[in-house]
């Protein structure tokens, strides 16, 4: 069954922290990745996708991402987060570079000064 | 950036009643929109693929008589939800596919319904 799993919840850190968000997935073909910030009662908005090439992803924000086929993974990582990334972070996987996206449970980051 | 509007953006309305939820691609053409559905706390779940001038692909589990779907033109679709009850409380999310070559989506801001 195709799926995306994101094990963290809730997250806290500190401002000036590094970030890493972990995502796995499970897909029959060649997945599509992608990260996705949503603020509260808002939309979504695509920090960075994979398709295919340099496994090492980088996004808006400060914001990368790296696939590692092995692990079925692709988590997202920030060196230094601001109070501003304070927000729910979804995880996807597609088909292709749009369509139809599984999306993750999301994580929701939390920053403290 | 590609612009993807929703409206209205919050609606409340009594059980029984229909809401008419409106996605609109404002500066490009969409000929596929897609539906999400999202609980609080919770992921979202595609609803239904909505194509330009053809019935809309419901994911199963979707009741289609109860959630609407038209997509008349390369710039619009709208879900519909038929006699709405309280269970159908939640924020809906629209996306829109610029470029069928490229698929890069756009999402909308997000329409949050509340049936009392």
């Known amino acids: 069954a195709q799926s995306v799993t994101q094990p963290d919840i809730h997250i806290t850190v500190s401002e000036g922290a590094s970030l890493e968000l972990r995502c796995n997935y499970s897909y029959g073909a060649t997945p599509y990745l992608f990260w996705y910030v949503q603020s509260p009662g808002q939309g979504l908005q695509l920090l960075l996708k994979?398709?295919?090439?340099?496994?090492l992803v980088q996004g808006i924000k400060g914001f990368e991402a790296e696939f590692k086929r092995s692990q079925s993974s692709f988590n997202l990582r920030k060196p230094s987060v601001h109070w501003s990334d304070a927000a729910e972070y979804f995880c996807?996987?597609?088909?292709?570079?749009?369509?139809?996206?599984?999306f993750g449970q999301g994580t929701e980051l939390s920053v403290k000064p | 950036g590609a612009v993807v509007s929703q409206h209205p953006s919050r609606v409340i309305c009594k059980s029984g009643t229909s809401v008419k939820i409106e996605c609109r691609s404002l500066?490009?053409?969409?000929?596929?929109m897609f539906w999400y559905r999202q609980f609080p706390k919770k992921s979202l779940m595609l609803m239904a693929t909505s194509n330009e001038g053809s019935k809309a692909t419901y994911e199963q589990g979707v009741e289609k008589d109860k959630f609407l779907i038209n997509h008349a033109s390369l710039t619009l679709s709208t879900l519909t939800v038929t006699s709405a009850h309280p269970e159908d409380s939640s924020f809906y999310i629209c996306s829109a596919e610029r470029d069928r070559d490229t698929g890069e989506l756009f999402f909308g801001e997000g329409s949050r319904l509340t049936v009392l």
């Open positions: 500066d490009f053409q969409a000929t596929t």
């Open positions: 994979y398709f295919s090439g340099d496994t």
């Open positions: 996807a996987v597609g088909a292709n570079q749009g369509g139809k996206l599984i």
